[in-house]
């Protein structure tokens, strides 16, 4: 092997000068030149792994895993999602694989090999396209809705696709009234069918102190009153034509206690909750269900409401016991953990 090292500056006959060629060989060897900065090609940004976030759920009770690995693209431009279960023998199931954006959403069933796709578009500042398609049953629905000039107004109309009968919502401050066509059968003849036209809608406006609210849907009616403030909470409520009645109650004695009532005057079955909460991190829950006659008590570690990622460790915890009224020796201890990392 030669040696690399310059010729021996002892010889008194010069070294001829190098050739054209000679050079261009010798640039050829040179060290390599540094990468370019990223700053100079922005595109090379993107080329850069995505975080990925994984949340993994388990349940006592039913013994299984729910999971969840997504991660954002292009920027935050869309979100891709894969979920699934697996039980304690590490089985796989209902995985769902998804991709979301601002206009369009696409899942995939990997187990019923059926997708999904939701698409909305903004046509003009008053004006929105919405669509639903299940691929699998060949059915969906393409909605338009329009802003109307007044503020809060806005009219909606819907059609199954690819047969169906349309169906018109009109929504403004006070609630929203819906109208659809259907086809309903005679009870002499079973086979013959008559077009009648549903309507269904919400009313709600605020009287005192509270606000009142009439529900009809499916050929009932449901009233309903509910006065809130600072303690106290009253919710009356009764449904027509069954004249199905009940009442909840809350009261705060505390920014950390409260109480919850509810009582069913049509079936005399009656649930209460009393909750008691430990700073932002702790919150102790206990009630009795008359219904299926079984009290039980809650203590979670960690915002019960709120997302894994603002609680410490971005873990939550809760612990359940149950205690059947007619067998006290049945009663059982359980628990669920949901547990986020960044990856």
């Known amino acids: 092997m030669a040696d690399p090292s310059p010729q021996n500056p002892s010889l008194t006959t010069p070294p001829p000068s190098p050739s054209p060629t000679l050079q261009s060989s010798s640039s050829e060897l040179s060290p390599p030149s540094p990468p370019p900065n990223s700053s100079t090609f922005p595109f090379l940004k993107s080329l850069n792994r995505p975080k990925l976030r994984v949340t993994s759920e388990f349940d006592s009770d039913s013994l299984l895993f729910f ?15 894969l979920s699934f279960q697996n039980n304690s023998q590490r089985e796989v199931s209902q995985p769902q694989l998804s991709l979301t954006s601002k206009h369009l959403s696409v899942q995939y069933d990997l187990e019923e090999k059926n997708t999904f796709v939701k698409s909305s578009v903004d ?14 049953a060949q059915q969906g629905e393409i909605a338009m809705e329009a802003n ?32 659809q066509e259907k086809d309903e059968a005679e009870e002499e003849e079973v086979e013959k069918k008559n077009r009648v036209l549903s309507v269904n809608g919400i ?15 499916d050929e009932e009616l449901r009233l309903k009153y509910a006065y809130k403030d600072d303690a106290l909470s009253f919710i ?30 049509d079936s005399n079955m009656w649930s209460a909750v009393y909750k008691r909460t430990y700073g932002k991190d702790y919150k102790f829950k206990a009630g009795y269900d008359s219904d299926v006659r079984l009290g039980w008590a809650s203590l979670w570690v960690g915002d019960e409401a709120g997302k894994v990622k603002t609680t410490p460790m971005k873990m939550k915890v809760q612990f359940m016991l149950q205690v059947p009224q007619d067998d006290i020796k049945t009663s059982v201890l359980m628990f669920r953990v949901k547990k986020r990392w960044d990856i």
């Open 67 to 81: 999971n969840k690995v997504s991660c954002k693209l292009f920027d935050n431009l869309a979100k891709l999602k």
């Open 123 to 136: 046509i003009g500042p008053r004006l929105q396209l919405r669509a639903l398609h299940n691929v699998k």
């Open 148 to 179: 109307l000039p007044e503020p809060g107004y806005s009219l909606e109309l819907a059609s199954p696709v690819p047969i169906g009968y349309p169906r018109a919502t009109l929504k403004f401050p006070l609630g929203e009234i819906s109208v």
């Open 203 to 217: 009313l709600k406006r605020k009287i005192m102190s509270g606000v009142c609210s009439a529900l009809y849907t």
């Open 236 to 265: 009356p409520s009764i449904s027509l034509p069954s004249n199905a009645a009940s009442l909840a109650f809350k009261r705060r004695f505390s920014p950390s206690d409260k109480l919850s009532y509810w009582y069913n005057f």
